[in-house]
């Protein structure tokens, strides 16, 4: 266990390594990223890793939760995702659009100005944001069947709905950028399986990317970074993203996408924050293996000015070791504040 407490990066050194200004070490953001059953498995035996930092504290929202609009139908509640959608006929969508929330009266954001001031006055660098963007929630809404089908049986209403969310989320951005007064916005998409995308690259294009620019101008304007999670197999739509103004990409899913290949294709236009593999590694492999792993994903995409941060590549679950845990952790930060110090010396 580790007798050295690492203090957090001030909010300066994380946008060096985002924006290449050459930062101290990288940056770790969702690193301990505690999932399904993994506090329940220790309890307070996780307080072991508190000595290591969060380098990017995040504030969220959810910004359209359908139980909670008052719609005129009963919504299903038995089943999985796919099995409950809110929108079972697009003849619903008229209501649904006019029942979706008005940021400016959302008591969540009342909730997250007094903890976004404690971390301001911390000089932390502050995310705000929210799960789900114009892929999975429209999937949640309609389903994931339903979806993949409008894609070609009825884009006018994907495009309805899609402008509708957009609508409400520069909302929610505006009062943020007032109110909450972030650095970055963080949101999430899996576009992507283990082989390719859900969707073709043209059905990305056509119905997703015209409301990917809409948010990459919004965050522009508030010169706010844009941090993407979205796992699977994104390799044939990273130009689009970048295109779209995604800063931060996330995890870069070990096994679906070459590390190797994007570090040395976008690195020069894209910062990723580096997922360590949660699927096989972390909790197959012994700590050795987990050190090794994180070298490689520094060695790979650390560049001299910077363009990288390290997180978990998901949720870390139950069944996971806790010295496997610590060597993440541990090796991120001791090998990560090593490699700057020797990218530092060499320029």
Known sequence: MTTHRWEPLPREEVIKALDRGYPSRIPLVRAKWWGEGLVEQYGDRLQRFDPYPEDAPILFIQPVVPESMGLSWELPTEGGLDN???IDDWAKLDEFIAKLPDPENDAQMDALVAQAESI????RYLLFGWWRLFFERPW??????NLLM????NPEEVHRLHDALCNVYEGYLRRAVREIKPDGFWTSDDLGHQRQLFMGPETFRSLIKPYYMRMGRALAEYDLHWWL???GNNTAIMDDLIEAGVDVFHPVQKGTMDEVAVAQKYGDRMTFLAGFDVQHILPEGTPDDVR?????????FDRPDGGLCLAAGNGIVAGNRLENIEAFLDEALRYGTEHRQRMKTSV
Do not use: K
Request: net charge positive.
């Open 140 to 145: 949640a809404i309609r389903g994931m069947q």
């Open 120 to 123: 301001r006055r911390e000089g």
């Open 292 to 300: 090794r792993e994180v070298r490689f994903l520094i060695d790979t």
């Open 229 to 231: 999670h979205s796992c």
């Open 84 to 86: 409950r959608p809110a």
């Open 150 to 153: 409008d894609y070609y049986l």
